[in-house]
C-alpha cells in the first residue's frame, strides 16, 4: 500500500470513528453479528459486552482465560 493511501484510509477510519459510536455504526450495518471477547482482556472491559448485546442480531460470546488475542499469553 503506497503511503499516501495508508494515511488516507486512516484519516477515514479515524473520521467514521469519531462521527458515531460503535454501538450506532454495529446496529446501522443491520446484519448477523459475532462479538468476541476475552474474559482475560486488560484492553477492554469483559463488562461492556453488555451493551453489545442490545445491537439487534448479535451473538456475544465471552471466552474465559484468553486475553487479547487467543493462545498463551494473548494480551
Do not use: N, Y
Not at 486512516?10 to 450506532?24: M, P, S, V
Not at 469483559?46 to 499469553?73: I, M, N
Amino acid at each position: 500500500m503506497m503511503h499516501h493511501t495508508l494515511t488516507a484510509t486512516t484519516q477515514a477510519t479515524r473520521d467514521c470513528l469519531e462521527h458515531r459510536a460503535l454501538l450506532g455504526r454495529l446496529t446501522a450495518l443491520g446484519k448477523p453479528l459475532l462479538v468476541i471477547f476475552g474474559e482475560d482482556d486488560h484492553g477492554w472491559r469483559s463488562s461492556s459486552a453488555a451493551g453489545h448485546r442490545a445491537v439487534p442480531g448479535v451473538e456475544v460470546d465471552l471466552l474465559p482465560g484468553l486475553g487479547h488475542s487467543p493462545g498463551p499469553g494473548g494480551r
